[in-house]
């Protein structure tokens, strides 16, 4: 039976639990494999409160966690999303928990494979010329300057002065594979932080080279330098090995406004990419990094209360409101009260 939760007189209002996620998602899924996403409930109602997970309608949908009672506030417990696709389609449905004083909800988002067409252009700067002296050879450079991975073929036309002369094909192939030493992922999501606070995130290099070692160094834009920093700032990458290095996420208040492009003040969203720089690599291995910046600040209006004269053992009342601009969920608390005040 859900009814509102009323504690010291005053009724909870909102949602009693806090997803750790938003939504979960299951992208590029195959069928008949088992895939698992861990989503944490945190309790942020204002005492104990205990929830349920309603069966899911869609039958690929599955969860596993062990019924949690009677949660304090302030504490989380897990529960286990399992997904076990039998039909190559998307699927969109909500995980719903049955809280005593409410329902929350959590979408769940599955999307199947699909092709990422990218489109190859061939750039033509004009025909090729030279001269053939009589019973005599020519040996002309062809270069390869790949922009992207994958196969690469076309034809080249040679055609000759006399008309008597037939033209000659040369068919010319190319396979472009993964640089050497890169990152292992193409982007790192720290998602919500709090402005004036540390965040660190540990993200993997990889050398394929079998046989020398890599000296890497990285850098991030300018306007970035103060928000986000690599640690070390290079290294030494042995062959065929991974290591890891440390990218250290330090918001302030203004590094909405100092990271201009990189970041959307609207919406708090930050992409900044990082680059890793490897020595006798032409090409450089990037990764993005991705982070919503929020505020802390909990504001109190009115800054000063004014309870006018008050007879002995008379009460006054006066209303203070708080404002929460952070994008996630805050505690807070009266400390240091005189005998003569209560709050309620």
Sequence with gaps: MVKPQVISGRTFEGPPFVSSLTAVEFIDFDIGKTYTQKVTFTNVSYGFNSFK????EAEAIQYEYQPPGSISAGLSSEVQVVFHPQVNRDLE???VLQTQSAEVRVPIICRRKRCNV???LFAYDGAFSGFLAPRTGISIGVHFTPQSEGAFE?????SFSDSDAKPLELTVVGQCRRIPVFFKDTSVDFRICCQNHEYVVSVPLCNTNSSSSSKVAFSVPPEAASTLQVKPVGCVLQPNSTQSVQLCLAPRADSLTVL???ADRETGDMRVPVTMNVEGQALPSQILVKAHLT?????????HLDFGRVGVYETVVRSVELCNESALPQRFAFTKLPDYVTIC
């Design 295 to 303: 505020p802390n600040n909990l504001l109190v209006r009115p800054t």
């Design 118 to 120: 990218q489109l190859v």
């Design 260 to 262: 201009e492009h990189l």
């Design 154 to 158: 076309d034809r080249l036309r040679i």
């Design 53 to 56: 997970v309603l069966p899911c």
């Design 93 to 95: 449905t909500v995980m």
